[in-house]
């Protein structure tokens, strides 16, 4: 990646110790500005101290463009807007990892691609057997990932060269490690993917047909299942998408890289917010549905509690991505006539803070965690599954990071410095002088 023409005439100026010392300023294309301190360690001794990272930026990246301010979200330059309402998963797959979205021959290649490779070794099978009962389906899906490699090691030498058949076997087998993870777990037997379905209704049919009850696929929860996925298909350099890059950066595998993101999403802090929501909603249904008395503890300072779903640590104003979901979300519950006492609960609550000035004046909307809880739970997956449903999502954007990070002439192992803050020098003692 050239980044020439990103850097300015201006320089910044950092006085360490009496000298001045100047770095360089580049601006992003959408006009976000850096300062490139890569050499400050080796003309001053000093390094930065960040924690979390939050005014750091690891890379150059032409991914994902965020605009937390402003409610922006766009995939390649595309609007997150555009994208949802006018293209399938496969679509957004497709540019997040080419870059461009697909022609007709190209989108058709990729989807055969997706077809002949989405079963997985049936010696793979036998691994869901050897899983303790209750096995926790992010563990699994981290393992069997990780497996992959095993069972396909076209890319040890040189992966960018067979890039495209990796990233094609992958997006296809996950899902049907997936499903076949909670097929096992429900004692049910496996159902294999067919040839005449969509990426997302292969996944339903997956996962709730049986021989006694044959799967309906309802294109009302294909469509919302499309958005899902493409809405959490990337997110700049968040803390999963930073571990694929981190782990890939020492040239490891696609396969492992992939498996080190799922164990991030796997924190409750990142990828499980949405299942927390459904939690939370039970446990305000348990204790009598008085969700008032939640909202009042939320806005009590001196009160721990926290509505789970609502605002978000980057988009300070509305979450474009809760927009698109909500929609989704009534479009579900209205095509499956449901009735839930945790999803009306969940209505109930909505209109509060979307009305309430503590949460108007504080921005804390919906976001896209509240609304995808709701959606997965009415279409009958498990809350256990919810965050595997997040890295099927992100899955195209991590396998586009690592990519971008294997092709980039900037590349550097990752290694964060630290400020050492523990003992000094401390003498020897041996142990018979050591006591009890």
Same mark, same amino acid.
């Given at each position: 990646?050239?980044?020439?023409?990103?850097?300015?005439?201006?320089?910044?100026?950092?006085?360490?110790?009496?000298?001045?010392?100047?770095?360089?300023?580049?601006?992003?294309?959408?006009?976000?500005?850096?300062?490139?301190?890569?050499?400050?360690?080796?003309?001053?001794?000093?390094?930065?101290?960040?924690?979390?990272?939050?005014?750091?930026?690891?890379?150059?990246?032409?991914?994902?463009?965020?605009?937390?301010?402003?409610?922006?979200?766009?995939?390649?330059?595309?609007?997150?807007?555009?994208?949802?309402?006018?293209?399938?998963?496969?679509?957004?797959?497709?540019?997040?990892?080419?870059?461009?979205?697909?022609?007709?021959?190209?989108?058709?290649?990729?989807?055969?691609?997706?077809?002949?490779?989405?079963?997985?070794?049936?010696?793979?099978?036998?691994?869901?057997?050897?899983?303790?009962?209750?096995?926790?389906?992010?563990?699994?899906?981290?393992?069997?990932?990780?497996?992959?490699?095993?069972?396909?090691?076209?890319?040890?030498?040189?992966?960018?060269?067979?890039?495209?058949?990796?990233?094609?076997?992958?997006?296809?087998?996950?899902?049907?490690?997936?499903?076949?993870?909670?097929?096992?777990?429900?004692?049910?037997?496996?159902?294999?993917?067919?040839?005449?379905?969509?990426?997302?209704?292969?996944?339903?049919?997956?996962?709730?047909?049986?021989?006694?009850?044959?799967?309906?696929?309802?294109?009302?929860?294909?469509?919302?299942?499309?958005?899902?996925?493409?809405?959490?298909?990337?997110?700049?350099?968040?803390?999963?998408?930073?571990?694929?890059?981190?782990?890939?950066?020492?040239?490891?595998?696609?396969?492992?890289?992939?498996?080190?993101?799922?164990?991030?999403?796997?924190?409750?802090?990142?990828?499980?917010?949405?299942?927390?929501?459904?939690?939370?909603?039970?446990?305000?249904?348990?204790?009598?549905?008085?969700?008032?008395?939640?909202?009042?503890?939320?806005?009590?300072?001196?009160?721990?509690?926290?509505?789970?779903?609502?605002?978000? $640590?980057? !988009?300070? #104003?509305? *979450?474009?991505?809760?927009? &698109? /979901?909500? @929609? =989704?979300?009534?479009?579900?519950?209205?095509?499956?006539?449901?009735?839930?006492?945790?999803?009306?609960?969940?209505?109930?609550?909505?209109?509060?803070?979307?009305?309430?000035?503590?949460?108007?004046?504080? $921005?804390? !909307?919906? #976001?896209? *965690?509240?609304?995808?809880? &709701? /959606?997965? @739970? =009415?279409?009958?997956?498990?809350?256990?599954?919810?965050?595997?449903?997040?890295?099927?999502?992100?899955?195209?954007?991590?396998?586009?990071?690592?990519?971008?990070?294997?092709?980039?002439?900037?590349?550097?192992?990752?290694?964060?410095?630290?400020?050492?803050?523990?003992?000094?020098?401390?003498?020897?003692?041996?142990?018979?002088?050591?006591?009890?």
């Amino acid at each position: 990646m050239k980044l020439g023409k990103y850097y300015t005439q201006e320089k910044a100026e950092i006085k360490i110790d009496g000298k001045v010392y100047e770095f360089p300023i580049m601006v992003g294309e959408e006009g976000e500005k850096a300062i490139d301190i890569s050499k400050l360690r080796s003309l001053t001794g000093y390094v930065t101290l960040d924690y979390g990272y939050m005014n750091t930026g690891s890379c150059a990246s032409t991914i994902t463009y965020l605009d937390g301010d402003k409610g922006i979200l766009n995939y390649r330059g595309y609007a997150i807007e555009d994208l949802a309402e006018k293209c399938t998963f496969v679509e957004v797959a497709y540019l997040l990892v080419h870059g461009s979205l697909p022609t007709v021959s190209e989108l058709k290649n990729f989807s055969g691609m997706l077809n002949k490779y989405a079963l997985i070794h049936e010696d793979m099978v036998h691994f869901f057997d050897r899983f303790p009962p209750g096995s926790p389906p992010m563990s699994i899906l981290s393992s069997m990932v990780n497996a992959l490699s095993v069972f396909y090691p076209d890319m040890i030498n040189n992966p960018l060269v067979k890039i495209d058949m990796m990233t094609a076997r992958l997006i296809s087998k996950i899902r049907t490690i997936a499903a076949f993870s909670y097929k096992k777990a429900m004692g049910q037997p496996l159902v294999y993917p067919r040839h005449d379905y969509s990426y997302c209704a292969n996944f339903l049919n997956m996962m709730f047909h049986s021989p006694v009850t044959p799967y309906e696929v309802n294109p009302v929860i294909v469509d919302a299942l499309n958005k899902l996925l493409i809405l959490h298909g990337d997110h700049e350099q968040n803390c999963s998408t930073s571990t694929v890059r981190l782990v890939g950066s020492a040239h490891v595998n696609l396969y492992a890289s992939i498996s080190a993101g799922i164990s991030a999403l796997w924190g409750p802090l990142h990828g499980g917010a949405n299942q927390a929501v459904i939690e939370m909603l039970e446990q305000i249904h348990n204790e009598g549905g008085n969700y008032r008395k939640y909202i009042d503890k939320a806005k009590d300072p001196n009160d721990p509690f926290r509505l789970v779903g609502f605002g978000h $640590r980057v !988009y300070k #104003n509305h *979450d474009p991505r809760a927009r &698109i /979901i909500k @929609k =989704a979300c009534d479009d579900v519950l209205q095509a499956l006539h449901i009735e839930d006492p945790l999803l009306d609960l969940a209505k109930e609550i909505e209109e509060v803070a979307l009305t309430d000035p503590y949460f108007v004046e504080r $921005r804390l !909307y919906p #976001n896209v *965690d509240f609304y995808s809880g &709701i /959606i997965y @739970k =009415a279409i009958g997956i498990p809350k256990d599954m919810f965050t595997v449903m997040f890295a099927l999502g992100r899955l195209p954007g991590w396998i586009a990071h690592w990519k971008e990070m294997w092709d980039d002439d900037n590349w550097r192992i990752g290694r964060p410095r630290q400020i050492y803050v523990g003992p000094v020098s401390r003498p020897f003692v041996p142990m018979e002088g050591r006591g009890d």
